[in-house]
């Protein structure tokens, strides 16, 4: 930031370049595309306010990303809006695209614990690395690699083999 309190062009930047991403992330793991918007302007706003500290240009995506999920932990904590409420209406199933974007896939994430939602998204969506995904949400690697196999339990029960495979069917990654 200026001294003025405006951003500076160089922040202003990152935001148009970020902000697709960010609100994916945040997106999935709210499972609500206007609180994702809130989540993803609260956590550039404090990037904004720390953006004097980022001494690499490659490194604020990460940091973006981290103030990011940190943000929607707290809410999770904070908020009773993020209890799932029972419907008379089921969600309508979309064909092809990305899997992002399919409704029932978006449904299953909202079934997981925030942790675990968390997980699968910077794993799957995000396509960082178990050290990633653990410095980024502060746990162990081991933790990452325990809340990952509980979630895509539940996932398969949730959406079947076909769109969550079992790890014998290649779903193994090869990055660590």
């Not at 720390?50 to 999770?76: H, K, Q």
């Not at 396509?127 to 980024?136: I, Q």
Request: hydrophobic residues 40%.
């Amino acid at each position: 930031m200026d001294r003025d309190g405006t951003p500076t062009p160089a922040f202003t930047e990152f935001v148009e370049v970020a902000w697709p991403g960010l609100y994916r992330t945040a997106s999935l793991l709210l499972g609500d595309h206007q609180l994702a918007e809130d989540l993803v302007q609260d956590a550039l706003a404090k990037t904004c306010v720390s953006w004097r500290r980022v001494r690499e240009p490659a490194a604020a995506r990460s940091y973006a990303r981290t103030v990011l999920v940190n943000t929607a932990a707290s809410w999770f904590r904070h908020r009773s809006w993020r209890r799932e409420w029972p419907t008379d209406e089921l969600p309508e199933t979309a064909v092809g695209g990305d899997p992002s974007d399919r409704p029932a896939v978006v449904a299953a994430l909202r079934t997981l614990p925030p942790r675990q939602r968390a997980v699968v998204v910077l794993r799957y969506y995000e396509d960082l690395s178990v050290r990633e995904v653990a410095d980024t949400l502060g746990i162990s690697e081991g933790t990452v690699k325990s809340q990952t196999s509980h979630a895509l339990d539940r996932l398969r029960v949730a959406l079947g083999d076909d769109v969550v495979p079992a790890p014998s069917s290649g779903l193994q990654r090869s990055r660590p």
